[in-house]
């Protein structure tokens, strides 16, 4: 059975930093892109970065020079350090495990709120 299990998510203040992890079983995580995706109420699930087997990554413009998606094949987990947080970036995000078509799993998210 395959569990992608996130946790690091809570309530900050503008300017402040968390850090996501999701730790994946039941797949060989190494032959798996891995993503990280927010969705807000009312909108679309948005990719925010990704980072793929072969050790490129992808970030949305909107998180360019805040976010850092990060990987540990071994520990089979993925990270994404998010600083300088903005209350825009409040959402509930998702982890997505990517290996074609037909094997793409999601965990199931965890909320980052950005308040004063």
């Known amino acids: 059975q395959v569990q992608l299990v996130e946790s690091g998510g809570g309530l900050v203040q503008p300017g402040e930093s968390l850090r996501l992890s999701c730790a994946a079983s039941g797949i060989a995580f190494s032959i798996y892109d891995m993503g990280w995706l927010r969705q807000t109420p009312g909108k679309r699930r948005e990719l925010v970065a990704t980072?793929?087997?072969?050790?490129?990554?992808y970030y949305d413009d909107s998180v360019k020079g805040r976010f850092t998606i990060s990987r540990d094949n071994a520990k089979a987990t993925v990270y994404l350090q998010m600083n300088s947080l903005k209350p825009e970036d409040t959402a509930v995000y998702y982890c997505?495990?990517?290996?074609?078509?037909?094997?793409?799993?999601w965990g199931q998210g965890t909320q980052v709120t950005v308040s004063s």
């Open positions: 997505r495990a990517n290996r074609n078509a037909n094997n793409i799993y």
């Open positions: 980072f793929t087997r072969a050790g490129t990554t």
